[in-house]
């Protein structure tokens, strides 16, 4: 019997073992080797110590993908990792691409938390009603498409939660799209929020308005939520309605 | 020593065990009672054969946050549940709303699946690229806010993924929505796709054009995918590029 050539691209979600889902869990459980970037295979490896490993740098995702795709040709089952969900700026997207040279490969798309869900949890609810999600790097997308969605995201009043705000080189993003949804409509006291380390150790939140956020550094390991009109600070949490009458 | 009031919000994902964290598992377990919309409590209840349960019909949501309330200020640990995530459309914000007025009960938020993830690993990865998230039901929304957000979502060509596509008495809706996306600038050859029953037992998907997609009826149990101008169809896959080079 022919071996089956299987990739699982699994959504870990913020790290921890309690974030994984079940089907996470048995992908992982299931596959000979565990390939990704190396803070995320760090993240998992306590979790399946005896399991072969791929794990190479940032900015190394199509080498990945590839060697993924390879290993799966060879007979053996690999799980890609990436943290939060596989399709949000995950490696289902790369994966997919390059599996269309491969149609003998198989792939199976595990859904794990996004830091949209899990930072948001932290917060309260801040992404109740309708929301974008957001990234400000422009390493793989032209920042003239970023503050295109920026302003039509204030222009329509939804919540966002902003993914990977700030990076070495980039310090003054946040400050220029804060600039760029009030500029369309977002007023200054719009509540915001910012989760860092997202169920990790030292995990801090802090909630804001956005003329405060305008003035707020923050690293590479954040996310910030934005609300709507309607957001609320209630109780140290950020809460935006879903519009129920007598609440 | 005096009880602990609690209620965790617990968002289930699409509905089976192997979608649930760790951490849902973990509260469910610990909650003394479950509280939730019947169809949901039905998810859930086959887990946990052994809890009490406290399940109400649709629309009764206010009811449930009142009742998870009162009933954790009475000394029981309650879960109240969610399909998907409990902070998108999800339980969390009416609940924190009105737990304003209970400051002695504790609230702890457990984010879960919701279907813009579960559905995309459904059909590949189409939300890998900077999306939106928008209801079309506008039982608490009132429809200008929703069209606007539609137009505003289509103008930053944005990804989406559009819940309650259809209802009784709004059979029409999906259909307006995608000549909103189409007069904002969305091409009629847009890759859309569909998920029906995401997780459960008769699950289905579909890939078809934006342009097919306002020629197509939907139920309530369908999330509806729309791509941006990169997004493709691979291998019967929806895949939007995340932009890598060399892919």
Chains 1, 2 share one sequence.
């Not at 390059?98 to 199976?108: D, Q, T």
């Not at 400050?175 to 977002?186: E, P, S, W």
Request: aromatic share 6%; glycine share 8%.
């Amino acid at each position: 019997m022919m071996n089956r050539s299987l990739v699982y691209v699994v959504g870990l979600g913020p790290g921890g073992a309690q974030y994984l889902t079940a089907q996470a869990q048995t992908a992982l459980q299931a596959a000979d080797v565990l390939c990704g970037y190396t803070v995320y295979i760090d993240l998992v490896r306590p979790l399946y110590p005896d399991k072969e490993v791929y794990a190479t740098g940032m900015t190394r995702e199509i080498d990945r993908c590839r060697w993924a795709l390879e290993t799966a040709k060879s007979g053996k089952i690999v799980a890609l990792v990436c943290s939060g969900d596989a399709g949000v700026y995950g490696m289902a997207s790369p994966l997919l691409e390059l599996a269309e040279h491969c149609p003998e490969v198989e792939v199976e798309i595990v859904p794990g938390l996004t830091a949209a869900l899990s930072g948001a949890a932290v917060l309260g609810a801040p992404l109740a009603h309708d929301f974008c999600v957001i990234s400000l790097s422009d390493r793989l997308t032209p920042w003239a498409v970023i503050e295109k969605r920026l302003a039509c995201a204030a222009a329509g009043d939804f919540c966002l939660a902003l993914y990977n705000p700030s990076s070495k080189g980039r310090a003054d993003y946040l400050q220029k799209a804060v600039r760029i949804l009030r500029d369309n409509g977002k007023d200054p006291d719009t509540a915001c929020g910012l989760v860092r380390c997202i169920g990790r150790d030292g995990q801090t939140a802090r909630l804001l308005t956005l003329a405060e956020l305008e003035d707020t550094a923050v690293d590479m390991f954040t996310t910030v939520f934005v609300g709507n009109a309607a957001t609320q600070i209630l109780q140290d949490r950020m809460v935006t309605p879903r519009g129920y009458r007598g609440v």
